[in-house]
């Protein structure tokens, strides 16, 4: 398996250049506080503006967040058309500062099933901030692993292209950034949720019960503490890990 350039940094520095993050507790959150889901929600998004000001902080170049599953259709009509608007106000709030900061944004999702006022608040964040080179922010909206690996391979058929392992990661949701080196998941729970399958194979997972309105830099720090700690063998055996990185391969 090739590791992404992106990869062999972060193997060096001991930071993660890629970081992705299932962003879960938001209803615990509020429920435990006698507050609608929404208030949650809305907090949550407080926690990913700090996320995103402390990986930048940190030098991360990758952040990919899950903010709407290709499962979340399931959940009270109310909650959805919450997670819509959030969406939409966020882009509108949120775009014109993460461009100076130097935040690219994609939406890497299911285009299909949103409504054309939440696909074209989606567009114009895309195209404001395709100049931007400081750091990726991939927001996963209408997204599932298993979505994204039947997209790609229907993908490579309709081109008429073999299906590879090479050539479904150029198709792949994430292919404009690789891999993921460190996948976060707030909530307690410990599972992938249908998040980056494909994109996970050799990610190093991270959880925490922190819920996560309450994730901060801090919780961030304990992460990346925790993923400096992790020999990364991607296969190989210790003894070749250490002599790959003697020799400046790592
Ligand atoms: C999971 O928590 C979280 C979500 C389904 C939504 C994530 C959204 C945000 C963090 C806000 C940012 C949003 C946008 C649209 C940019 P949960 O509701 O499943 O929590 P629970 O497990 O405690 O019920």
Redesign the pocket.
């Known amino acids: 398996m090739s590791e992404s350039p992106l990869s062999a940094v972060a193997t060096e520095s001991g930071l993660p250049q890629h970081v992705a993050i299932v ?7 509020a429920q435990s506080r006698h507050l609608p ?1 929404a208030a ?2 809305k907090q ?2 407080d ?2 503006r700090l996320t995103v000001r402390a990986c930048l902080e940190r030098g991360v170049r990758v952040l990919t967040v899950f ?3 290709s499962e ?1 259709w399931n959940r009270p009509r109310e909650e959805v058309s919450g ?1 819509m608007d ?2 939409v106000m ?1 882009l509108s709030r949120e775009v014109p500062k993460l461009s100076r900061s130097g935040v690219r944004l994609f939406f890497p999702g299911n285009r299909d099933g949103l409504s054309p006022r939440v696909q074209s608040g989606l567009d114009k964040a895309q195209q404001a901030t395709a100049h931007n080179q400081k750091m990726v922010l991939n ?1 996963c ?1 209408n997204y599932g692993g298993r979505w994204d690996i039947a997209q790609a391979a229907r993908q490579l058929v309709v081109e008429g292209k073999e299906i590879s392992e090479g050539a479904l990661c150029e198709v792949t949701a994430l292919a404009h950034v690789g891999d993921p080196d460190l996948l976060i998941r707030t ?1 307690g729970e410990m599972r992938i949720s249908n998040f980056l399958l494909w994109q996970c194979a050799y990610t190093e997972l991270y959880f925490t019960p922190c ?2 309105p309450d994730f901060d830099a801090a919780q961030l720090e304990r992460a990346f503490a925790d993923f400096a700690g992790r020999e990364r063998r991607f296969g190989q055996t210790s003894e070749q890990v250490a002599m790959d990185r003697s020799s400046g391969h790592a």
């Not at 962003?23 to 959150?29: P, Q, Y």
């Open positions: 962003m879960d507790g938001n209803g615990r959150w889901r949650g929600h949550g998004l926690a990913l903010a709407f599953s979340n997670l959030l969406l966020a927001v909206f909530g819920l996560w």
